[in-house]
């Protein structure tokens, strides 16, 4: 697991683990936790310019 106290969406490769993706961070080449993991797909989706939908 990853425990760097600064990760960057650039540094984050999103590794694909059968049927799910897995942010990877590409500096110490460990998954991220959740917490982290759920931050950066928000900032994956809102780079591919997609806002999430609030009910
Ligand atoms: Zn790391």
């Not at 697991?1 to 049927?19: P, R």
């Not at 990877?24 to 998954?31: I, P, S, V, Y």
């Not at 982290?36 to 939908?53: I, Y």
């Amino acid at each position: 697991m990853c425990e760097c106290s600064k990760v960057h969406l650039f540094e984050v490769e999103f590794k694909l683990e059968g049927m799910t993706v897995v942010p990877t961070h590409k500096n110490c080449g460990f998954a991220l936790d959740e917490k982290q993991a759920d931050k950066f797909q928000k900032e994956l989706v809102k780079s591919w310019g997609f806002e999430e939908e609030e009910d």
